[in-house]
């Protein structure tokens, strides 16, 4: 069965404000698209497509590069409408695919957490909570099936509560999210992907 993802991003520059600090300032968007891009390429490597749904696609271009689809959101007042933007755009190319949604700050992710999300899912409404049980980091349709995202503070019980099925695999690069300085640090030791490594690297010699 196909698997689509949809990534929404807000701008680089005004992303990610707990993590202000990680590196120099000037840096901060470098690192906010750095953390997408290990995302986005590790999720093409496995989704048929993933769809970012942007707040301004101009500032995101360069996720083209490591296989995203990149469209505006179009006036979505919050991320849960930009979701379904990309829901809808989605359902309109394949009405019976698995889609799912997938936060952009997951720099230690691999295909084959996406994978083994996927095959516990077993076609089942289903997501993945974060490090901390709290938030979600993936949420996915059945095949055909509405997404329903509730993302926001606690979005993890917010999804249960909507009948999606909580997945007990540890898959610890899909459950690592970023959003502080000692979430890098801890998705570092799990193993960052190239493009949050390097500029960590560049940024603490330059």
């Known amino acids: ?31 906010v698209l750095a ?49 379904r933007r990309g829901e809808a755009l989605l359902r309109a190319d394949d009405p019976d695919a698995v889609l799912g949604a997938l936060q952009a700050d997951l720099p230690a992710l691999r295909p084959e957490d996406l994978a083994g999300a996927i095959t516990e899912a077993a076609g089942r409404r289903a997501f993945a909570a974060d490090w901390e049980g709290t938030g979600t980091t993936l949420l996915l349709s059945a095949p ?26 540890a898959a610890p690069g899909l459950r690592r999210d970023v959003d502080t300085a000692a979430d890098l640090a801890h998705a570092e030791a799990l193993g960052l992907g190239k493009r949050t490594g390097a500029l960590l690297y560049e940024g603490s010699t330059g």
């Open 1 to 31: 069965m196909p698997v689509d993802l949809i990534v929404p991003m807000k701008p680089p520059r005004l992303g990610k404000s707990r993590l202000r600090g990680a590196v120099d300032d000037a840096l901060h968007p470098a690192l």
């Open 35 to 83: 953390l997408a891009s290990d995302t986005v390429a590790a999720a093409a490597a496995l989704a048929r497509r993933v769809l970012v749904v942007a707040t301004d696609p101009g500032a995101v271009a360069a996720l083209a590069d490591v296989g995203a689809e990149i469209v505006s959101e179009d006036g979505a007042a919050d991320l849960n409408a930009a979701l």
């Open 144 to 169: 055909g099936g509405p997404l329903l995202p509730r993302f926001g503070p606690g979005s993890a019980v917010a999804h249960a509560g909507t009948g999606a099925v909580a997945l007990g695999l």
